[in-house]
């Protein structure tokens, strides 16, 4: 994700500027469906995610923590923390105050000494995320770590409080002994709150230490203790995604070196990893979040589990020893590079190393003595360059003389075009590059237009993974965007053409993924939430219908002869899947009036049984949004007879035909 050149959408009218009506009666088109062997496979990682920790993704979204800065971290270590009784520049003898230690020979660095001097007056709550989301009924897990240092404090009292102050559920925790240790309780609270606190009190007068205060729902996807949040994993999963690609995004190059995404300090014990800086933290002046920083309670080793949960090939992305072009530009120099390239090996180690490896024994311990089966490493997010180009041939050269099976993902920049990607691409196909990852931004009107992007593609040359893209409602980077139906409408034409392309464009992804309703920096984006549920947009069910309907070899479906990439305001591609025994077929119609396809099968074999599923929408500007999704897809079936099909498409849909 970046601040690419700024290209504004027009002005839309369902009348005028995209989309041509046709005068008259509906006209008919004749479509044939030639099932001839293309000799082209649609692979399994065809659609995948992206995930990039913004717009809260992870901390305050998919990572179920509750608790904003639970280890007093960040840069003002009381972030998210309050103590409403205690006053600034005053003993507080009445009540108590909260001081920081720092401990500089940890990763976790900072813990709170707390001085209790009138237990029925001191306070400290924190906010979470916006609020804390709880459910009536469900049962939410309490931790802390405490070392008891003076006084006669017997026991900690927690309580989770709504809105206004209500107490809806709270827990007393005896205190034993000295020395550190950790404390459990549980929670049940006794109705829903979006904003709730937790609140903590003490019984009796003296010092304590406090650290690791964390508060996590038990009910989380596979209900893993310290786990992640289940409706949002859910929906990915729902997506049938071929890949999970992580942690990012700009966030893997960060605006300075010091500030990247290092993955060695993401695994291994949560509490002893270190927190960071969030690169969105203030990296738009519109929606400057001072307190967007990284845990990593979800780190690289959850990164891999999701993926195999998901049954999605992980592909991580790695810092190539480049800064943010956006920001700093800061650079490694290349006789300095020796560290980054290390990390990456290091990493397929990580993953796929034996037992008895330095970094598998890791994974091991951690949990996962089998292999992830890593096949795919990204080198840099989206640089652009020389630079790049240099550091790249570096990074290839030492990951394939170790691993020469791994397929390495290099970049083209941020943009579809240009001076930058024109080099980059003119580069990499001189380095014989496995997979090219390209990124577009852009109008609804430029997703329309470029359905035939990769017609013009050399056959020879690299794979393309469109790793991120996304139509902009009003303009690239703009706070307005919005996920309406024409965006998804013209996502929907646009991937007709990269599926028909699928002998060069092996990989696809929306981004950004996530986006917190009051947490957000980027729109538009893939599933919106809140702290206690979420929805989909029309653009996570052009995904879904896409992805559910990959099928495994492309078949040709044309009108007079040539393929569907517009004109006529129609878009269309068609596939076997040779697994399930179906034809699938997807027609979407950018027109404002319903169009009638008549559809001649040669050289296939047709079933009897049409499965038709139309995803439209009566307005352009609709949305979906967390009170109802207006625009989800409508599914029939209708038996049909051998020969020719006709089936009406409607005005400006996405339809898919399932023959079997």
């Not at 990164?303 to 090939?313: I, K, P, S, T, V």
């Not at 794979?463 to 996502?491: C, H, I, M, R």
């Not at 878009?571 to 404002?592: C, F, H, M, Q, T």
Request: with cysteine.
């Amino acid at each position: 994700m970046k601040t690419k050149s700024k290209i504004f959408a027009t002005a839309f009218s369902l009348s005028v500027t995209f989309f041509s009506a046709q005068n008259g009666n509906i006209k008919k088109h004749f479509l044939e469906l030639d099932g001839t062997s293309t000799n082209i496979k649609i692979q399994p990682t065809m659609y995948g995610i992206f995930f990039e920790d913004i717009n809260f993704a992870a901390d305050g979204g998919l990572y179920a923590e509750l608790i904003k800065n639970r280890s007093f971290e960040f840069d003002e270590p009381l972030t998210g923390w309050k103590q409403p009784n205690t006053k600034t520049l005053s003993p507080n003898l009445d009540s108590g105050f909260l001081t920081i230690i720092t401990d500089k020979s940890k990763t976790n660095k900072n813990y709170a000494r707390i001085t209790v001097w009138n237990d029925k007056n001191y306070v400290l709550e924190n906010e979470g995320f916006r609020g804390i989301g709880l459910h009536q009924g469900e049962k939410y897990d309490l931790s802390f770590n405490l070392e008891n240092i003076s006084g006669n404090i017997s026991a900690i009292n927690t309580s989770l409080i709504d809105e206004n102050g209500t107490v809806i559920s709270s827990v007393s925790t005896i205190i034993k002994g000295r020395g550190w240790q950790k404390y459990n309780a549980v929670f049940t609270p006794s109705k829903t709150v979006e904003k709730a606190k937790l609140q903590i009190t003490f019984t009796g007068k003296g010092v304590v230490n406090m650290d690791m205060i964390s508060l996590f729902p038990q009910d989380t996807w596979k209900n893993r203790k310290g786990g992640l949040r289940k409706d949002l994993v859910q929906k990915l999963y729902d997506l049938q995604p071929g890949f999970l690609r992580f942690p990012g995004g700009c966030i893997v190059e960060g605006r300075t070196l010091a500030e990247r995404y290092q993955w060695k300090k993401t695994i291994g014990k949560v509490e002893d990893r270190e927190n960071l800086i969030n690169k969105w933290n203030n990296g738009f002046a519109h929606r400057l979040t001072p307190d967007y920083w990284q845990s990593f309670g979800l780190g690289f080793f959850e990164y891999f589990q999701l993926a195999e949960d998901l049954g999605a090939e992980p592909l991580p992305i790695l810092s190539c020893g480049m800064a943010c072009q956006f920001n700093t530009a800061e650079l490694a120099k290349m006789e300095d590079l020796d560290p980054y390239v290390q990390d990456a090996l290091d990493l397929i180690e990580f993953a796929n190393g034996d037992s008895n490896t330095k970094w598998g024994k890791i994974r091991t311990e951690m949990g996962h003595p089998k292999s992830f089966n890593m096949k795919f490493i990204g080198v840099g997010n989206e640089q652009w360059g020389a630079d790049y180009i240099e550091r790249y041939k570096v990074f290839e050269k030492a990951i394939h003389n170790k691993y020469p099976d791994i397929k390495i993902i290099s970049g083209s920049g941020p943009s579809p075009d240009g001076e930058f990607f024109d080099y980059g691409w003119k580069e990499l196909k001189k380095l014989n590059a496995q997979i090219v990852d390209e990124h577009y931004y852009n109008s609804p009107e430029w997703f329309l237009k470029n359905a035939d992007r990769y017609d013009k593609y050399d056959r020879r040359g690299p794979k393309v993974f469109a790793g991120e893209y996304a139509a902009q409602s009003v303009g690239v980077v703009k706070p307005d965007n919005k996920n309406n139906w024409l965006t998804a409408l013209s996502e929907a034409a646009f991937m007709t053409g990269l599926e028909r392309n699928a002998d060069v464009v092996t990989m696809t992804s929306y981004a950004p993924l996530f986006a917190h309703a009051e947490g957000w920096q980027w729109t538009p984006d893939l599933i919106w939430f809140n702290n206690l549920k979420s929805y989909a947009t029309p653009n996570y069910y052009v995904q879904k219908l896409f992805s559910n309907n990959k099928g495994t070899d492309l078949i040709k479906i044309s009108e007079n002869g040539k393929p569907l990439k517009g004109e006529n305001n129609l878009y269309a591609s068609a596939v076997r899947d040779l697994k399930k025994g179906e034809i699938i077929i997807k027609i979407v119609n950018s027109n404002p009036q319903e169009t009638s396809v008549e559809i001649n099968p040669k050289n296939i074999k047709m079933g009897s049984r049409l499965t038709k599923i139309v995803l439209t929408s009566a307005g352009l500007s609709d949305e979906n949004n967390f009170q109802s999704e207006t625009i989800t897809p409508k599914e029939e079936t209708q038996a049909i007879k051998k020969g020719k099909i006709s089936v009406e498409i409607p005005a400006n849909s996405l339809v898919i035909l399932k023959i079997k």
